[in-house]
Structures are given as C-alpha cells and as structure tokens.
C-alpha cells in the first residue's frame, strides 16, 4: 500500500485524486487546494464522489511533507510559474518524497529538458534519495507509447507523423492553452506564445528529438510550422468566445529533418468548433479527438486512439488519460532508483498492477 497526496485537482488533478481514492493499492493521506475556496474540503466532494474521505485540502505544503507520504501526484499548473513550480517540486523531492505528474510538459521526456529544468531537479533528487516521474497523453503516449507501438509492428520505417486532432470546445484552459495558443486573437493583435520562434521546438521538440535518439539517427534539424484559422461568425465554447475576425483553430508542427525531408513530425490540429477550419484533417469516424501516429514503412502502420467516456466529453476523458499516465506509475517510481524517470525506464507492465479489482 502506497500512500499518497494528490497536489491540486484541476482538469488532471480531480481524475488522479478519484482514481487514488477508488485504488485499494493507493491511500490517500492528503491534497493541496492552492484555490481558497478548495482549502477545508473533503477530498471526496472536490473529485464529486459523494462518500467523504476525511481527508481535507490544504494549502500548507509543510504539513503535506510531515505526512511523509511515499508519493505526490503533482498536477497544479506549472508552465505559467515554473520558478515557483521548480521551488515545491524540490522542496518535496529534497524531503524523500517521490513525485509523479503531468505538469512541466517539457521533463517528457526528461533527457531533452533544458538545463535550468533539469538541474535543481535532479539535485533535489539526490538530496532526498527521490525520483519524479512526468508524463501524459500528449506530450506523453501519442509520442512513446503509442510510437514504439506501431514501430514495433514494422522491419522498417521511413517516417513517423504523430497527430493530436482535438475539438478543444469544452476545455477549461483559457489561462494557459486558451491564451498561449491565441484562441479568440486577431491577425492583427500581438502573437501569442504558440506563436514565437523557438516556443515550438522547445515544447514538442524533446519528444521529436527523443525519437530520434532512440531509433539511433541524426537529425540534421528540429523545426516548426504554425499556421492559424480565423473565424467568420462568432464561437461560443468553454473557453472563450471568438469573435469573427478571432482565431478558432490552429495547425502547427514540430518537424524533425533529415536529408531535406521531415522524417518525425508531431502536429496538432486544435478546433474550438466542428466547422472550424473544414480543409484540415478532422478525426476518423466523426470522432471529436484522436491520437494517431502513422508510420510510413514495411508495412505501413497507422494507430488512431481515442479516449470516451460516456458522461466526460472527450477532452476530460484525455485528462482522465493524462491522470493514468501519472497515478499507474506510483508503484514503480516508488521502487526506482533516485533521479528524474523517462517512460523508457519503465517496464509497460509494471504500469497495469493494481487497475483491476
Ligand atoms: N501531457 C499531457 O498530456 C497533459 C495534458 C493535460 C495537462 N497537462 C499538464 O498538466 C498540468 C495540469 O493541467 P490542468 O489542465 O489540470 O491545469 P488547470 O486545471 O488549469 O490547473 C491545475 C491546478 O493548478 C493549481 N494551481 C494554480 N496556481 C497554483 C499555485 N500558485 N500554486 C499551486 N497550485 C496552483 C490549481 O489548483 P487548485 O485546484 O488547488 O486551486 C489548479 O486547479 C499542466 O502543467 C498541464 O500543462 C499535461
């Protein structure tokens, strides 16, 4: 029996704490509510289970130390404060505590994470005897998991397109996606982040590089390409409402290059309606979101993955997903050596103990 805190119940958080709660291998000693209006309750009723916990939130991030859990499920939003994100991780992991999570996109995979990242981290590591472990659906699955699946059914491969084609409309990220992207911006008005030279390579740049790395080629570049679609009436969604002229919809990829051609690229294409954007590709089937990954090879290998629920619209299911990818590997990060964990440390089965019972 592990126990655990589960560190925020955001859109990721809420799916990782209820699936601590239900898991009779995990017990849930605490949870940190950074929202005041979280602090005080029941765990339970912030994950919308109905039988209380006894467990309450707190925002004492001291008192969740002297818990002296085995593991923390790190999900608070981190890219928009990484200095302050950088400061509790270590603090946790300098403690002996051992972190699993989906925040700080850029440690998957953590090889390629930059220094300023890496460094304090793995320090604290070896101050507390710890290890971290960060992960997800995309970056995450749809760039290794689901990669080194299709590459294993091939003798030889030509090239590797990852997709995520996802209807953003019911996300409640205007904060960071929503603003970083520049849903609902027009042409004319300042760039958003997405949108500046380098941002791209430097978030699906590790993942593209990783790849490279591990079929054992040199790419002779890492580049990127973005291109927006501006809406001509207006869109409501849950995260923002476009106005005509705003931008509904975005294509952008970071692409590795070899000898001229792009021989790995991972793209999105991102809507915040259906009839956003009708000349790009949409996903199979009428679906509202897939994960795909196509290699081009002997033979020719394409996997489409689509997480559903049937109350969860498909973006909550993917954050459902992006929780599993964190919460299924407490067991083993637990039991690993100090140090920040890639995916490819990890035996796939040693994440499937404990999800049946
Ligand atoms: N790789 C993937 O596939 C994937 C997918 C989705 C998300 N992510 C990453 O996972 C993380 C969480 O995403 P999300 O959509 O769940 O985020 P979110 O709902 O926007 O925010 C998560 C939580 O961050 C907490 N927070 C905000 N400011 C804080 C502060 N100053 N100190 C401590 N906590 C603070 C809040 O906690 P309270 O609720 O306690 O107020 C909030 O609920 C992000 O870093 C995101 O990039 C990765």
Redesign the pocket.
């Known amino acids: 029996m592990r126990e655990v805190v589960q560190f925020?119940?955001?859109?990721?958080?809420q799916h990782a704490l209820k699936a601590i709660i239900g898991r009779p291998d995990l017990e849930l000693v605490g949870v940190?509510?950074?929202?005041p209006n979280?602090v005080g309750r029941d765990a339970a009723e912030l994950c919308g289970l109905s039988e209380p916990t006894g467990i309450v939130a707190t925002d004492d991030i001291d008192a969740l130390i002297a818990l002296g859990p085995d593991c923390v499920v790190y999900?608070?939003?981190?890219?928009t404060?990484p200095v302050?994100a950088i400061e509790?991780l270590t603090r946790m992991l300098a403690a002996g505590i051992d972190v699993v999570g989906?925040?700080?996109?850029w440690l998957?995979p953590p090889g390629q994470a930059d220094e300023w990242l890496r460094g304090p981290l793995e320090k604290a590591c070896r101050e507390g005897n710890s290890s971290l472990y960060v992960?997800?659906?995309?970056?995450?699955y749809s760039g290794d998991t689901e990669v080194y699946s299709a590459l294993s059914l091939v003798t030889r491969a030509e090239s590797i397109i990852v997709q995520e084609i996802f209807d953003y409309a019911n996300y409640d990220?205007f904060?960071?996606t929503g603003k970083s992207m520049g849903f609902g911006l027009t042409a004319d008005e300042e760039k958003p982040m997405l949108f500046l030279p380098g941002v791209l390579t430097t978030m699906w740049g590790g993942p593209v590089r990783n790849i490279a790395e591990r079929l054992g080629i040199e790419l002779d570049e890492v580049r990127q390409r973005i291109e927006p679609w501006y809406a001509d009436k207006t869109i409501e969604c849950t995260m923002c409402t476009v106005e005509p002229g705003g931008m509904a919809a975005v294509r952008f990829a970071v692409e590795g290059v070899r000898d001229g051609e792009p021989v790995i690229s991972m793209e999105h294409i991102t809507r915040l309606t259906a009839d956003a954007a009708t000349d790009w590709e949409y996903p199979p089937d009428g679906k509202p979101g897939v994960h795909r990954v196509v290699v081009e090879g002997d033979p020719r290998v394409e996997l489409n993955t689509h997480v559903s629920d049937p109350v969860l619209d498909v973006t909550a299911a993917?954050?459902v997903s992006?929780a599993a990818r964190a919460v299924n590997a407490i067991d083993f990060v637990c039991r690993a050596p100090a140090g920040l964990i890639a995916l490819e440390d990890i035996p796939p089965t040693e994440m499937i103990r404990g999800l049946m019972w």
């Open positions: 925020s119940t955001g859109n990721v958080g940190h509510a950074a929202s979280k999900t608070a939003q981190a890219e404060r302050e509790q989906s925040s700080m996109v998957v992960n997800g659906i995309d970056p995450g990220d904060e960071f993917g954050c992006t």
